[in-house]
């Protein structure tokens, strides 16, 4: 019987698509139950265990967020930042949308003595993901590099994500810090040290020492 090129070419696609839709669930449940596994092993301090596990996952399902995110976190764990950096790396490269990978990244690098990336990266994924706690620890990092302006914009940012969230206690917290951080900014703040006694400048430093 003949059949012709199109519809043998139709029809093999279809097939494809019915396999390929009947295998991702099956490899998803597969790297789940190994991302399990390697959490209870990591649980019983069988690191070695859980590092294998994490990576059969990933060799099972290369788009499993939980166990890129695992196994980046069991190496910072284990004290190897950089072989956390190039998991993290490549969870990007394989997820693009996997953004908590760059907070893990993040953290790496900030342990690797690479602030200014690291920074970068925590700056990137607060942003894309308004992450108040993120935020916070942007701003305690600014502090330690002993970036007050940018700690200072940090606590801003946050006191507008609190206003805009009706997050009364995160509100009073960055009001006091931004108080505070004006203070010790002093010059290097326009608003709060105008250069200029004109009236738009004026007011600028009113709102800065309210707290914005």
């Given at each position: 019987m003949f059949v012709r090129r199109p519809a043998v070419l139709a029809?093999?696609?279809?097939?494809?698509?019915?396999?390929?839709?009947?295998?991702?669930?099956?490899?998803?449940?597969?790297?789940?139950?190994?991302?399990?596994?390697?959490r209870a092993h990591e649980a019983a301090h069988e690191d070695d265990v859980?590092?294998?596990?994490?990576?059969?996952?990933?060799?099972?399902?290369?788009?499993s967020a939980e166990a890129w995110m695992g196994l980046g976190a069991l190496r910072l764990k284990l004290g190897e930042p950089e072989e956390a950096e190039r998991v993290y790396d490549t969870a990007l490269s394989e997820v693009p949308t996997l953004r908590v990978?760059?907070?893990g990244r993040a953290l790496a690098r900030w342990t690797l003595g690479r602030h200014a990336?690291?920074?970068?990266?925590?700056?990137?994924?607060?942003?894309?993901?308004?992450?108040?706690?993120?935020?916070?620890?942007?701003a305690a990092w600014f502090g330690v590099d002993g970036r007050t302006p940018a700690q200072l914009a940090t606590?801003?940012?946050?006191?507008?994500?609190?206003?805009?969230?009706?997050?009364?206690?995160?509100?009073?917290?960055?009001?006091?810090?931004?108080?505070?951080?004006?203070?010790?900014?002093?010059?290097?703040?326009?608003?709060?040290?105008?250069?200029?006694?004109?009236?738009?400048r004026r007011s600028l430093a009113k709102i800065a020492?309210?707290?914005?």
């Open positions: 029809a093999a696609l279809a097939a494809l698509a019915t396999v390929s839709l009947t295998a991702d669930p099956c490899r998803a449940s597969s790297a789940d139950e190994l991302v399990r596994q390697a859980a590092l294998r596990r994490y990576t059969d996952a990933l060799a099972v399902d290369r788009t990978a760059l907070r990336d690291a920074e970068t990266d925590l700056d990137t994924y607060a942003s894309a993901e308004g992450d108040a706690g993120a935020l916070r620890e942007l606590w801003r940012r946050l006191l507008a994500l609190a206003q805009g969230g009706d997050d009364a206690p995160l509100e009073r917290e960055a009001r006091r810090m931004v108080r505070a951080l004006v203070i010790l900014v002093d010059g290097a703040d326009p608003a709060a040290s105008p250069v200029a006694p004109d009236m738009t020492a309210r707290g914005g």
